[in-house]
């Protein structure tokens, strides 16, 4: 089954729109040719900024959160519409630091992915587990709580329509990286979680993404494991030409 091949940065809480605007400016002509998928996740301030310098090239500009209502007295929040209009078209649903730093229980990120299907953002669902729960022996456990609870009762004709990516929390920030076999033993379970509760087809169709401290020197032998159809890029996509870099190095595969 033949995958995009997808690389996604995340900004987390950097860039202002002019230096998004900047980053973009200094990318693209890094980028020219490329075949894979290239997404940038921005603070809600740059979205419009950066989708609008994108505009002509492959970038696809997303969020890295949203709320689960379709509007309403939520201080502080933003809807799918909101993000939809301001350019958006992907957002990045129950990272880990969402999940520890912001409390976000496994119901709550489901709503989310079941809005973002609803008003057509397309979610990237993350996933991972903690260094004790990896040496405790729950990674499976984790994952498939996580997959289970994110992704149960979407609706039937949107089930294909969603990324997900697996960011082992121990790797986050951290430069430690899971080896490219462990890397790819839990993407073919966490590819088997989403054909036991989508069906083998659909979760063929899946793209599974691999995040933690992702380089230019280690991306090469993650992209090669069968299961991995990208990388999710926080540190190192800050900069243009690590993060070009990155791109290069999966084209080269
Ligand atoms: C992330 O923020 O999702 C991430 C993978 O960060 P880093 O690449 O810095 O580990």
């Keep these: 089954m033949a995958r995009d091949l997808i690389i996604v940065g995340n900004w987390k809480m950097y860039k202002t729109s002019r230096e998004a605007a ?39 500009v997303g969020a890295q959160n949203m709320n689960d209502a379709r509007d309403g007295a939520f201080t502080g929040e933003i809807a799918a519409l909101m993000l939809k ?24 990120i489901h709503r989310k992915v079941v809005r ?37 009762d979407l609706p039937e004709e949107k089930i294909g329509e969603l990324i997900l990516a697996y960011e082992p929390v121990w790797a986050i920030g951290t430069g430690k990286i899971a080896t490219p076999e462990i890397a790819q033993e839990t993407h073919a379970f966490c590819r ?40 999710l890029v926080g540190g190192a996509s800050l900069d243009p030409e690590s993060f070009a870099e990155i791109i290069q190095q999966c084209e080269g595969i």
Excluded: W
């Design 22 to 60: 900047h980053f973009i400016e200094q990318l693209l002509p890094k980028i020219e040719g490329c075949k894979a998928r290239v997404f940038l996740a921005v603070p809600y301030t740059s979205i419009s900024t950066a989708a609008a310098a994108a505009r002509l090239a492959k970038v696809e």
């Design 85 to 108: 209009e301001a350019g958006a078209s992907f957002v990045l649903l129950g990272h880990s630091e969402r999940r520890r730093v912001f409390g976000e229980s496994d119901t709550f």
């Design 116 to 152: 973002a299907l609803q008003d057509d953002l397309l979610p990237v669902l993350c996933v991972g587990e903690t260094l004790e729960e990896r040496e405790g022996g729950q990674t499976e456990e984790i994952l498939k709580k996580q997959i289970d609870s994110a992704l149960v």
């Design 192 to 231: 088997k979680c989403l054909g036991d509760l989508l069906g083998k087809r659909k979760a063929g169709q899946i793209p599974i993404l691999y995040g933690g401290s992702v380089k230019p020197e280690n991306v090469g032998s993650l992209v090669s494991q069968k299961d991995i159809d990208g990388v």
